[in-house]
């Protein structure tokens, strides 16, 4: 994947029941081909779902080169994972794509990625719906949260 022409999948799109991992694999496999461009792996949000998992950025890395295909990886992931139950696991997706900035630092440089992009999307206080935003993804408006 070239990451430099194409954008990663969505981290909302669901791989094996969990969030991010499709997006994961594409920058994982961008960066092995040395072709990641302005993105990077691993980034926190990717290390949030290592640590879920119980996996180390270093076996997922070499999982990915291991295996060409999503199936690959997929099955990979499955026997090393830590086990969640299925109400866990949702918990943890939905968690993870309603995750905004975690500091002061962090929600300045939220707020100038999304007034560069948009300023009129105020109602966006998720990094997933950033991103989709930013790579040109629908987002629907939501009311502000008050």
């Known amino acids: 994947m070239d990451l430099r022409t194409a954008f990663p999948r969505s981290m909302k799109e669901k791989l094996s029941g969990y969030v991010h ?3 994961m694999i594409d920058k994982c496999r961008a ?5 990641e461009g302005e993105y990077i792996y691993p980034c926190p949000m990717d290390e949030r779902l290592l640590d879920f998992a119980g996996i180390t950025s270093e076996q997922f890395t070499a999982a990915v080169k291991a295996n060409p295909t999503d199936e690959g990886v997929v099955a990979w992931f499955r026997q090393a994972a830590k086990p969640h139950s299925p109400a866990e696991l949702e918990q ?5 794509l309603r995750r905004g900035p975690s500091s002061p630092e962090s929600a300045e440089r939220f707020k100038k990625y999304r007034d560069a992009i948009d300023p009129s999307r105020s109602d966006i206080t998720a990094w997933s719906d950033l991103q ?9 408006r939501r009311e502000p949260v008050a």
């Open 21 to 23: 991992l499709a997006r």
């Open 31 to 35: 960066v092995l081909a040395g072709t």
């Open 132 to 140: 989709d935003l930013e790579e040109g993804r629908p987002v629907p």
């Open 92 to 96: 943890w997706n939905r968690a993870l």
